[in-house]
């Protein structure tokens, strides 16, 4: 099986359980999922880039609250990652 088999396999499942999360309103681990999914978008072709950045910046959206600080910081390490790959050094 190839990588980009395993990512797609991991992709599919997350989704229902973002439109769940989305449903029920539960923010904290909505930023999560988003999280994750950027996580697994990133390992695609280049094409997915563009949506594993808005992921990354759904997640840190939704996850300045005082109460998902943790979530907002992991959100911003992985966002910077992917900028950094991408030779981005500023953003305005």
């Not at 980009?4 to 599919?12: A, F, Y």
């Not at 880039?49 to 943790?70: K, N, Y």
Request: proline letters at 3%; hydrophobic letters at 40%.
């Amino acid at each position: 099986m190839r990588h980009t088999d395993q990512v797609e396999e991991g992709l599919r499942p997350l989704g229902e359980v973002l439109a769940g999360l989305e449903a029920s309103g539960q923010g904290y681990w909505l930023a999560e999922a988003h999280r994750l999914q950027g996580e697994l978008l990133q390992r695609q072709p280049l094409s997915h880039t563009v949506q594993a950045e808005a992921c990354f910046q759904q997640a840190l959206a939704i996850a300045r609250h005082p109460q998902a600080r943790s979530l907002a910081l992991l959100a911003t390490m992985r966002l910077a990652r992917l900028w950094r790959r991408q030779g981005r050094r500023t953003e305005t």
